[in-house]
Structures are given as C-alpha cells and as structure tokens.
C-alpha cells in the first residue's frame, strides 16, 4: 500500500493530474476488497468504503441555519465516476448504472492564487478541484491504514500488494 499511496503523493507533487485521478479512483475499490474479502461487487465494495472514509469530507450542512445537509459527493457517484473515466474517458456519468445524483463532474487543476474551486456544484454538475480530490484520498487512506493497523489479517493483505521490482 505504501508504494500506491507513494505513487499518488508524488503525481500531487509533480502536478501528474491524471495520475492524481486514475490512483485515487482505483485504490476505494483496492481498499474495500482487503476489507470486504468475500464481496464479489466491486460496486458494492468502492461504495462501502468511500462512504466510510470520504463521503463525510462530501456532505456539509447548508442553509441559513446550517441545518440542511447536502452531500456532493456519493459513493454510488464516485462509483460511476469511477467507470466512467476508466472504461470511457469520461467524466459524463449519465450513462453508468451506479449513478446517483450526478451526470457530470468537472475537474480544476490548483488556481495560480492558492484559490480553491473545490466542491462547486451546477445543477447536477460537480466540479472538484483535483489536487484537494487526491489530497482527501490520501487523508481517507492514512484513516483506513490506521483502522486496520491491528488486523493482522489485512496488514498481511497490504503488505502483499504488487511491488514494481527494480532489475539490474
């Protein structure tokens, strides 16, 4: 896990936004198998552990009294996201099965002023600024590896992922 989570931390360092995006949307569903071994729904696993370990960072309280909460992100959307931009290129989600609320997202790079346009939705159009996506993937990532740290089971499973070998 450490070289997949490497991986993601140096395409954030050197602005590989794609990288950024193809690690993030792959490691849920990576995570999700390790935690649920026997769930043969790859949809089913992605949604339990995104919705665990991200979809609070998605849901805020809206409202002039805070009180109505709004989640821009769900698993079941992500999952489609997920699908989309694997198997399509696509960021239009309208077509996956999976999907939720959204039809579309819209990704941002960093703006050159620090500013952020993270988590802007237009209708059913979620825009995330792709650097604070990769970012909260790694926070949910330090999250689960700490839940799991005890399991020795799991550690096991962790540990045993694909290593890239350096052959002289």
């Not at 941002?108 to 988590?119: D, I």
């Not at 604070?132 to 089971?153: P, R, S, T």
Request: glycine share 6%.
């Amino acid at each position: 896990m450490n070289n997949f989570i490497k991986a993601l931390d140096t395409a954030l360092k050197t602005e590989n936004w794609y990288g950024v995006l193809f690690i993030s949307l792959t490691l849920p569903d990576i995570c999700g198998k390790v935690d649920e071994p026997k769930c043969t729904s790859s949809q089913r696993r992605t949604n339990n552990w995104f919705n665990k370990y991200l979809k609070p960072k998605y849901t805020h309280n809206l409202g002039p009294d805070g009180k109505m909460e709004h989640v821009f992100l769900s698993g079941n959307d992500f999952y489609a996201l997920r699908c989309a931009l694997l198997h399509e290129g696509s960021g239009d989600i309208t077509s996956q099965r999976a999907r939720e609320v959204l039809d579309e997202f819209a990704f941002v790079m960093p703006g050159v002023r620090g500013n952020s346009r993270h988590m802007i939705q237009d209708n059913q159009t979620l825009q995330l600024q792709v650097d604070n996506f990769g970012n909260e993937m790694l926070d949910a990532l330090q999250q689960w590896l700490n839940d799991i740290k005890n399991d020795a089971v799991k550690m096991a499973k962790v540990n045993n992922f694909l290593d890239i070998k350096i052959l002289d």
